[in-house]
């Protein structure tokens, strides 16, 4: 049966390593932290004008963007280009890629 | 075949309080022991729409997949990548958080719909956690006779978990609103 179609990395181990994931992973826990503190802080609050940690996002964004093949990202970006049917993702993920937001 | 499964939990945290723990149910490590099956958990995309208080975020899930070795055996692996979807309206104070998974999608198409919302009888104090999941076997032929059982599987795994994350879900919640009565930073 061809369902195996999904393009995986020609590498032999079928149980994907921790190692791909730890590429980004400091740099996602200071965006994710700065997020978290936001949002309970400022968001809920009613505090929503100002976008902030954009620093952090920028950089962790850069990063994944970087390792988006071994991540297996590709396909998140790619089912979420195709398949607009929740409407709940106006922002699309794969034409927002780069459109961080201004300051 | 189509099953849909539908959940309610009453929160007696407030709204704030509750949203604030589900952005750090995955992440948080001391979680990790219980919430054993998320693996990975990145964010795709963002975006916050300044006028209206929205929020609206992308994040990519990477779970153990739910089905049973002969599954994993056919697809050749063991990881499930989802993408969840969630939307914030800041001044209506709802959540809406969609999930669906993007691997395995030949055999299984699974949506979760969660929201959360400020319970009617204490607005202020009470949130309302309502949360539907469909799950859709695909009818490949040579899948038939086992789907019924992967269903089952699945729906026993999606229940089970939704107990752990709910478990999960107050001790955050007390873990923020500790610190947000005592010692803020």
Known sequence: ?103 | MVKAYEQEHVYKHPWEIVTSASWRKFADPENKRTLSHILDVDTLNHKLDAESGKLYTTRAISIHAPGPWFVRKIVGQDICHCVESTVVDGQSRSMQLTTRNISLQKFIEVEERTRYYPHPDNPRGWTVCKQETSIRIKPLSTLASMAEKVEQRCAERFLQNSVKGREVMERICKYLESESRGITF
Not at chain 1, 5 to 25: F, L
Not at chain 1, 46 to 72: F, I, M, N, P, T
């Open chain 1, 1 to 103: 049966m061809g369902i195996i179609g999904e393009k995986k990395p020609k590498s032999s181990s079928s149980s994907s390593s921790p190692s791909s994931a730890s590429h980004c992973a400091d740099l996602r826990a200071a965006y994710h932290n700065c997020f978290n503190k936001w949002y309970s802080e400022k968001f809920v609050k009613g505090q929503w004008q100002k976008e902030e940690c954009v620093a952090e996002w920028q950089k962790y964004r850069a990063c994944l963007s970087e390792h988006l093949k071994d991540k297996h990202l590709s396909r998140f970006l790619e089912a979420e280009g195709l398949d607009s049917t929740t409407g709940a993702d106006p922002a699309g993920v794969a034409d927002g890629a780069e459109t961080n937001p201004s300051n």
